[in-house]
């Protein structure tokens, strides 16, 4: 088992920039793809960005595109998520996950095993 701890959310006003960490703790080892989801209260929960083991491939939702980036340390067992030019409508409870198949960088939740509790994010205008 792998247990993943988010931390750096906060309130900010549009346009500020926070950086979202994730770190990974336990049965690392086997750890493929992280990505970062997020969860708006009643709306379902969306992929923000994803980012493969050696971080040379990574997946952007068309929301976030140029504005956020995500990156990983493995050293570290972390996943970053900068943050840039933030706007209210991505005000949502942002959650890491991890996953361990070997092959590919999914895009959908359901094909990561780990996940943390989350950190909220809320944009004001």
């Known amino acids: 088992q792998a247990q993943l701890v988010e931390s750096g959310g906060g309130l900010v006003q549009a346009g500020d920039s926070l950086r979202l960490s994730c770190v990974a703790s336990?049965?690392?080892?086997?750890?493929?793809?992280m990505a970062w989801f997020r969860q708006a209260p009643g709306k379902e929960r969306e992929t923000v960005a994803t980012?493969?083991?050696?971080?040379?491939?990574?997946y952007y939702a068309d929301s976030v595109k140029g504005r956020f980036t995500i990156s990983r340390d493995n050293d570290k067992n972390t996943v970053y998520l900068q943050m840039n030019n933030l706007k209210p409508e991505d005000t949502a409870r942002y959650y890491c996950?991890?996953?361990?198949?070997?092959?590919?960088?999914?895009?959908?939740?359901?094909?990561?095993?780990?996940w943390g509790q989350g950190t909220q994010v809320t944009v004001s205008l």
């Open positions: 996950a991890a996953d361990e198949d070997p092959y590919g960088m999914p895009t959908v939740a359901s094909s990561y095993e780990y």
């Open positions: 336990g049965r690392t080892f086997h750890v493929n793809a």
């Open positions: 980012i493969n083991k050696n971080g040379r491939l990574v």
